[in-house]
């Protein structure tokens, strides 16, 4: 496809909660993915970074703390903020870079070292922020929202606590090898629902940890592949940014509301929806042509709604995809064969790349012990705070 | 005791504040005071109107760990989405106090309180607008 643009290498600091500077893992994760490619640094000629707003001044300079990391070199730089869409954002930047013909290889990279417990406002004691607000009026942590949203699947798709358990089950299976997990240890259903009730109907083992990680990837024009004998690189064949279309009526956080439909019509595709529809469209690929998905389950329940929102299955019928094995490794098509957030934690900028080098690693049959037969199209599907649409589309 | 609104303008002493558009009629909460959302309207004529009073369990949760700061609550308390029938909108509010959210189903008809949130050092009392069952 015309706006095709080649992987050339990609690369990740496992993660953990090490607590060590982000741009140790930013730069580990830069190194791996230019090694991979058989690139150096100064080959690079444009780099985009994901925005970690924990990390103090570096962390809002992310591209420019990891050039200076790596050497200065006089290349062009952005930073990004999308929360955690961030990483295909930056992905989005650099792909653009190379479409326009200002460069022939870019570097992404995301890094983040996260606070324990809850993820809270950043921003001091300030009433004018709506995230701050969130806090402080209602007290709706991030799974609250999530724990909203699973209710509601419940009540209208009949899912059970036991399908949320299935999901971290199969998730928990899927990244017992996988060398840049956070967790490897296998789960049963029952132990899933025995851990805590955090926010009713979701238990710890259902909701993501906030985690340290890193992750890169170089892409490059294809002319720029093929000199450098690349025969059938990986490609990102779709990036999605999408904002909503008024009126949202899905309760995004940090929001107290959705869009008021009284007097203008919901748009035909709901957001989430609408993220992967516009990612199928510039691929010009389908739903049925997938072979392999990377979804974001901030708890075990939204994973179900990503499997509707992505096409896998029509609305209310998730929860037979599960039970019956048809997303885990050798069923119909698999999802998040990585292990997902359930093993990794959400390192926020670096996740969304994290999501593409797993599709990358799974299209050219690297992906060891947890590989996905033959697979030719993988999509990875996110949404960021505020309405950041976030998805890419990886072919081979 | 002083009593205090948590928050400015977004409640009166008997209902939620929103603003509705005066040209093509979308509501807003919390009162959007600048431009009008429906982006094919553009107009900055925006009234603050009562939001309806009552409305549906769109869905809740109840929540076992304390939010982090700035939360002053303590947990458990329970977090509701309320359906508005004419606004076409869900709204977000805590459970009122008292309420026993075991009872609490989706569906279920909630009207709005206002209720106390916090006390803080100087003994002022913040309010905030809380969901009841009827």
Redesign the interface.
Known sequence: MEHDVAVLGVGMHPWGKWGRPFVEYGVAAARAALDDAGLTWPDVGFIAGGETIRNGYAGYVAGATFAQALGWTGVPVATCYAACAAGATAIDIARARILAGLCDVALVVGADTTPK??L??TWG?N?SDPD??????????N??YF???A??RM?LCGATEEDFARVKVKNAKHGLNNPNARYKKEYTVADVLES???????RLLQICATSDGGAAVVLASMDYAKSRGFDAPARVSAVSTITPT??N?V?EMP??????????APPELPFRDAIAAAAYEEASVSPDDLSVAEVYDLSSALELDWYENIGLCKQGEAERLIRDGDTTIGGRIPVNPSGGLACFGEAVPAQAIAQVCELVWQLRGQADGRQVENAKVGLSINQGLFGHGSSVIVTR | MTTVP??EGWFSDTALLGTR?AS???????PERTLC????CGSSELDVTELSRRGKV????????????????KAP?T?V?VELA?????????LADGVD?SELR?GDEMEVVIER?FVDDDGNEHM?WKWNTT
Do not use: K
Request: charged residues 15%; hydrophobic residues 45%.
């Open positions: 417990g809850f809270a406002p004691d009433a701050w607000r969130r806090f402080r009026l209602l007290g709706a942590t799974p609250t724990a909203l949203y209710r509601r009540e805590p009730m955090v926010s009713d109907p979701l008024f009126p009526t309760m929001n107290f509301s959705t869009d008021s439909a009284a007097t203008v | 948590a928050i558009c093509c009629g979308s509501y807003f909460f919390p959302r429906n982006p094919a769109w869905s809740f949760s109840v929540n076992h760990y304390d939010a982090p700061a700035p939360f002053m609550g308390y977090v989405a004419t606004e076409e909108m869900v709204v977000l509010g805590q959210p989706i949130l905030v």
